[in-house]
């Protein structure tokens, strides 16, 4: 089995891996061991910068039991120009599971048709199913639950929002995404999750009109990597997407905020949103961790 997307999944599987990061998370802070991949080896193959990914996937496997071993792109053949389906037969002689954290999704697919253990999306530009997951066990934390609730994603229509309408569509979560015009989600991605039963999501342009009785409200950075270049374009795009005091007193007053981070303080956020108590994004962050080591018990 692999994770490359959140459609991998079957709602069960999304509960479960909830109920097991939440049960991982309070062994860890009762200081109870939890070691059951002894003698696993896990391979990370990045091709983008990482904090959050690269440290909670070695951290995760390291509490489990087992140890990692980290190849950036300079660090690997594929840098070289080996083909991406050499590269796999071989890992997979090597290692239990690969994280890969690349760019195009095709790369990952590709990787994953030749690999013989599981492989794992730690980001491409098209999606970030970890990060989502993350995200929703952080819901379930501070809500109770994921059922009945509005979630707003404001900002780019980019691999979190992709993510978050697969996850939204497979759980019944209300969504709403406030994208400016050109910057919206993946059409394909919409048209599949659209044509699941239950599903609510819907696209608008004006995020005052979204962000009205939501109880989560979620954005990240306007110019992800890859997109430096577009800054200034996306800046100009993105004005009056910012999630600042005054959009939080337009929806519910316990309304959760969340990013993936890193945040660019002052555009896509304010400060003094993101320090302030409506804010999770430090939980979100940790959370992180428990959900790899629950991903990691799953596949392997």
Not at 215 to 231: F, I, P, Q, Y
Not at 234 to 255: C, S
Request: with cysteine; aromatic share 6%; net charge neutral.
């Amino acid at each position: 089995m692999n994770l490359l997307t959140i459609h991998d999944l079957e709602k069960s599987d999304i509960d479960n891996l909830l109920e097991k990061a939440v049960a991982l998370k309070e062994r860890h802070k009762r200081g109870i061991p939890h070691q059951p991949l002894k003698g696993k080896v896990l391979g990370l193959i990045f091709e983008k910068p990482s904090t959050r990914t690269r440290v909670s996937f070695e951290t995760a496997i390291c509490h489990l039991g087992g140890n990692s071993i980290f190849l950036s792109h300079i660090d690997s053949q594929i840098g070289r120009g080996e083909p991406i389906k050499d590269t796999a037969r071989v890992m997979s002689r090597y290692v239990d599971a690969v994280v890969i954290r690349t760019y195009g999704h095709e790369i990952i697919e590709e990787y994953a048709r030749y690999s013989t253990v599981p492989v794992i999306n730690g980001l491409t530009d098209l999606h970030h199913p970890c990060q989502v997951l993350a995200d929703i066990m952080t819901i379930v934390e501070k809500k109770g639950g994921y059922k009945g609730l509005k979630v707003v994603w404001i900002g780019d229509g980019n691999n979190m929002a992709n993510s978050w309408i697969e996850a939204a569509a497979r759980l019944g979560i209300e969504l709403r995404l406030a994208c400016p015009k050109g910057f919206q989600p993946d059409t394909g991605v919409l048209e599949k999750a659209r044509a699941m039963k239950g599903s609510f999501v819907e696209v608008v342009n004006n995020p005052k009109e979204a962000i009205r009785e939501a109880d989560v409200l979620n954005t990240d950075v306007w110019a992800s990597m890859g997109h430096e270049k577009e800054r200034k374009n996306r800046l100009m795009a993105f004005k009056g997407y910012q999630i600042g005091p005054e959009m939080l007193e337009l929806t519910k007053k316990d309304v959760m905020v969340m990013h993936c981070l890193p945040a660019h303080r002052g555009e896509e956020i304010t400060e003094e949103v993101l320090e302030g108590p409506n804010s999770v994004v430090w939980d979100q962050a940790e959370n992180r961790l428990h959900m790899q080591k629950a991903i990691l018990e799953l596949l392997l």
